[in-house]
Every structure is written in C-alpha cells, then in structure tokens.
T-cell receptor, first 111, second 114 residues
C-alpha cells in the first residue's frame, strides 16, 4: 500500500532563506506527483505537477524534483517570503486516479 | 482562472441527519472527485466519478455515501445518516483527463456533526 511521508512536519525560517521540503513515497510505480499549498481553513492550490518521466518542474521561485527510483521528491523554495507561510502537501497518483497525500509540512516565514 | 466551487462552506448537522454537499466542477473537465480531511489528518480520497458512474472508491466510501451528477454542472456528495466521525472538511476536485493533468480543488465544505 502506498504511503507518503513528508519531512519536516513544521519549519520556521526568516524571510529571504532558501528552503527544501521533502516528500518520500514507498511504491515507485507512480504516474505523477503533485505539490499543493493549503492555507488554514482553505482548499488546496496546485503548485507543480511532475510526470513520472520527468525529473523536475519549475514555477517562479519554486522548483520540484522527482527521483522515482528512490521514491523521493523535493520542493525547493527560493528567497522565502512571509506570504509563503502555509502547509505544503505532496501527493502521488498511481494506477487509479486517486491521489495519495502526505500529511504536509507547515511552513512559517517570519519578516 | 476557472475554479471548482463548493456549497455550503460550512454546515452543522445533528447526528443521523442526511447531508448533501454540492460542487460545480470546472466546465470542460471530465473526472470528478471527493476527498475529505479530518482536522489535523491527511487528505483522504473518497470517490472518483467519470462518465456518470463511480470509477473508483475508497474503503471510507461505504453505503452511507453516494454521489450524483444530477445535471450538466453539479456534482453532489450525500451522506445518508451522519455520524460524529463524519465531521471533516470535504473537498471536491476535477480534472480534464484521467491522470495526466493538474487536478483542481474547491475551497471545501466544512461539515460538523453534533
């Protein structure tokens, strides 16, 4: 059964720092991996989608990498800002259509 | 940007009552989903829906749950007889194809069962 784990569970950094969020999954047979942002009490906003054949995707200050064979993905956030404070969720899609989520990393960026 | 809309944003209901949560997926999308998130827990898959039928469902989606697409735009989740443990945020989502593209989530419906 696929399990998705995110480390760390929480992270506090000062504004301007570069940071890395980690996601690992137990079964490498995935179709794609998606990173989401969730603000408190709100829905999920898709940040980046990486297909299983891809190694990385970039959007602005965000860069996500995927190493399918080792079951790992990282989300790199450059020059963090207070507005980046949120919970970041990693989710994988397998043979079916259901996304399997990690519990998330809650990021706090102080000014 | 097109978005998935959900109503109500928050509902409080008594245990044993029926609840219907409504969603309007993005108009050209073909795959529709319900997920839920119990406070402090992971987002969990409930059910996926394609071509007017359930294509996949989780163990959570038991006989108390049902989904329907009553017209060309709405997608509903019904909980027949709510239990305390059904209290959660329920997210609707849609996608244009089966797995290749981004999945878009609504803002959620927060259900509190008392």
């Amino acid at each position: 059964k696929q399990e998705v784990t995110q480390i760390p569970a929480a992270l506090s950094v000062p504004e301007g720092e570069n940071l890395v969020l980690n996601c690992s999954f137990t079964d490498s047979a995935i179709y794609n991996l998606q990173w989401f942002r969730q603000d408190p009490g709100k829905g999920l906003t898709s940040l980046l989608l990486i297909q299983s054949s891809q190694r990385e995707q970039t959007s602005g200050r965000l860069n996500a990498s995927l190493d399918k064979s080792s079951g790992r993905s990282t989300l790199y956030i450059a020059a963090s800002q207070p507005g980046d404070s949120a919970t970041y969720l990693c989710a994988v899609s397998q043979a079916g259509t259901a996304l399997i989520f990690g519990k998330g990393t809650t990021l706090s960026v102080s000014s | 940007e097109p978005e998935v809309t959900q109503t109500p944003s928050h509902q409080v209901t008594q245990m044993g009552q029926e609840v219907i949560l409504r969603c309007v997926p993005i108009s050209n999308h073909l795959y529709f989903y319900w997920y839920r998130q119990i406070l402090g827990q992971k987002v969990e898959f409930l059910v996926s829906f394609y071509n007017n039928e359930i294509s996949e469902k989780s163990e959570i989606f038991d006989d108390q749950f049902s989904v329907e697409r009553p017209d060309g735009s709405n997608f509903t989740l019904k909980i027949r007889s709510t239990k305390l443990e059904d209290s959660a945020m329920y997210f609707c989502a849609s996608r244009s194809d089966r797995t290749g593209n981004t999945i878009y989530f609504g803002e959620g419906s927060w259900l509190t069962v008392v």
